[in-house]
């Protein structure tokens, strides 16, 4: 654990021994919020300079979108939480180098987006107006809170041939456990979360836990094959994760699993990187047989 994590968790716990609805905003502020802006890594910057850029607006925010190629149903990629897309940018050249076009976009709060924060509905708009404007995708695959935010705008009217989900969460419940547990907090914290997203965070939203959960009513999601890429060495969203996934969505779901690359080398490693490509290949041969 990195040495800041491990003294916010250690003060937010004395907090809470003190004055517990200090405490509990405290942690609510820390949770919705990126961690900070992720750089620019050096090996990412020839691909994401490589990509055209454009501009969306939701909910009053700039969003930046990043676009390889022109034609034909797009990939669309959804990087995760504390992330930005440029992570995400040598997948996209190896699916454009194999004739896609594809998609991707800074979240709110994150990369050179507006805002410091955002939410999977959020996430989920996005995703809602690049299929406006780009028309129904090949792919829609997302890594980690991508994954999550993916399947909800699959189930609430994205319009996709495939889904790809990469490191992927499966219960919308457990950003607050895995939050509280990398920050070591103690039972108050994740009582005290569960209230403030449900009633500060989504306001009037229903049954959140399992409406935006990816496993649920996956009959609901109109795609005939689903992809889960995960580590079994994934600390931070374990593999039991992707399982469960796979579970809910039966035949048409697919597990890749991989060993020794964690939750953030998954992302970059050739072999995530070829099998996501051929999958994006199969998808694309299958449409376009009569």
């Not at 607006?57 to 930005?84: A, D, E, F, M």
């Not at 009582?191 to 229903?206: D, I």
């Not at 109109?222 to 580590?231: C, N, R, S, T």
């Amino acid at each position: 654990m990195h040495p800041t994590v491990a003294a916010l968790g250690t003060a937010l716990n004395t907090t809470a021994g003190i004055a517990p609805s200090l405490a509990g905003r405290a942690a609510f502020a820390v949770f919705r919020r990126p961690v900070r802006r992720a750089r620019i890594g050096e090996t990412d910057r020839s691909p994401i300079a490589a990509a055209e850029r454009g501009a969306l607006t939701i909910g009053g925010k700039n969003v930046v979108t990043y676009r390889w190629g022109t034609g034909g149903q797009p990939v669309l990629l959804v990087h995760g939480w504390s992330s930005r897309a440029s992570r995400l940018a040598h997948l996209a050249t190896a699916l454009h180098a194999r004739g896609h076009t594809v998609l991707t976009f800074d979240l709110p709060g994150h990369g050179a987006s507006g805002g410091t924060t955002t939410t999977v509905l959020e996430c989920r708009d996005i995703i809602l107006e690049l299929q406006r404007r780009h028309g129904p995708f090949l792919l829609l695959a997302g890594y980690s809170f991508g994954s999550l935010a993916s399947f909800l705008a699959a189930r609430e009217g994205a319009r996709t041939e495939a889904l790809a989900g990469i490191a992927g969460v499966s219960r919308f419940d457990h950003l607050v456990t895995g939050f509280c547990r990398e920050l070591r907090l103690s039972g108050w914290a994740e009582r005290e979360l569960r209230t403030r997203v449900e009633h500060r965070l989504f306001p009037g939203e229903p049954d959140i836990w399992r409406r935006f959960s990816a496993t649920h009513a996956p009959e609901r999601i109109a795609v005939g094959q689903i992809l889960l890429v995960h580590d079994e060495d994934d600390p931070r969203a374990g593999a039991e994760q992707a399982r469960e996934t796979a579970r809910a969505h039966g035949e048409r779901a697919e597990l890749f699993l991989t060993r020794g690359l964690g939750h953030h080398r998954v992302i970059t490693a050739p072999a995530v990187t070829a099998r996501v490509a051929d999958f994006a290949d199969a998808v694309r041969d299958r449409a376009a047989t009569p």
